[in-house]
DNA sequence: TTTTTCTACTAGACAGTGTCAAGTATGAAT
DNA sequence: ATTCATACTTGACACTGTCTAGTAGAAAAA
């Protein structure tokens, strides 16, 4: 609409690339389109981030850091664990979470404020499994465990957000039932 | 160089394609490029390929082809198992696999030859779920511990190939020894 | 042989894109 | 009153996918 003064066109162009985003992925992101939704010349965005892949730290510098509430967050029931809520994350925050997925949109080593909020949501992962694995287990079997653990959230957030096979998955009745089932295969099988 | 006769110049994009994808991601390839790689007009590669999309369900079909091969090909030992094997295809197969896992580029449901070649490889990791869950196995149960083991291998594949956190995993020495170790992990947790 | 048709291209144009460069309007600081 | 920075606008450029309209050559049909 009308030109908004100042810092709130930031937030609104960061807002409609998210929706963007979320509707047909981050490819549709283009800095003409969000211009336009915010009403403003095509130029506009540029006096708030560097370029194109400027837009894509911020959104993922905001989705990081909205991932470690979301993983920090007290869960709903004991049974429920960390891969579950990675997930659901996922799902619900499809926008952010497909560009944060996407490491060729831009160079987290060229944003540290994005970079830090990356770091922080895996170190909260690192220390859950540390949590489960106990006080005796070697560095070498936290990164591996470590690992395991985010690829199966990870794995079963974009099978199930973007996956070219989740057709197959049509007959699941209850998809919340699905993911706490898959992921508490996961965590139960987290050892030594 | 020089114009290539019919069939030859599908082969050479297709190349190229895959190509670029592997050196710099699916975005990177454009019509334009690819077709000034293989030393013909802009517009020579419509004739073999309806349009870009085309292009991506050309080079996802000859992935998904490959992929059944190589889970289905002999293992190395008796210790390593499908999950692995679908890792290493990705870490072998960068260019073919980004786009494979990219449901935004091509939608394989217009592309019916693809889209079986993307079944077929589909149903190999079922049938592997079945035969290490054993006869009694419901439906429901099977779906799970395939989606689970799907998870496991895709997540760790593009953990591995484009993740954003790859940095964190820099102490590894033997990625291929991490594989395994995360593979085992996966497989022996599978169960009813 | 001539003509027609098909294949595999080339050439040109159009709208859309990211982004560089330059201009402008407004408010604060000097 | 002048300078200066902020937050824009306008215009241009090269690049993109793709539509349309050609063309050169070979095979098939007359």
Same mark, same amino acid.
């Given at each position: ?44 965005? &540029? ?38 809520? &990675? ?23 060229? &944003? ?81």
């Amino acid at each position: 609409m009308s030109s908004l003064k100042s810092e709130s066109l930031r937030r609104t162009v960061l807002d409609a690339a998210v929706a963007i985003s979320a509707a047909n992925g981050p490819d549709a992101i283009s800095m003409r389109e969000v211009a336009r939704e915010a009403g403003v010349s095509h130029q506009a965005p &540029y006096h708030h981030f560097t370029d194109r892949s400027g837009i894509f730290a911020a959104i993922c510098e905001e989705g990081f850091r909205q991932l470690s509430e979301a993983l920090l967050a007290p869960r709903p029931s004991n049974d429920s664990n960390m891969c579950e809520s &990675y997930v659901h994350f996922a799902l619900q925050h499809p926008g952010h979470f497909r560009v944060m997925m996407r490491n060729d949109l831009c160079q987290l080593a060229d &944003y540290p404020s994005a970079r830090m909020e990356a770091d922080r949501a895996f170190d909260i992962l690192v220390d859950e499994v540390k949590s489960l694995l106990g006080e005796g287990a070697s560095d070498e079997i936290v990164k591996t465990q470590t690992a395991y653990m985010w690829s199966v959230g990870h794995g079963l957030a974009t099978l199930l957000l973007d996956g070219p096979l989740e057709l197959k998955l049509e007959g699941i009745d209850d998809i919340n039932a699905f993911i706490h089932q898959v992921s508490r295969t996961a965590v139960t099988s987290i050892h030594v």
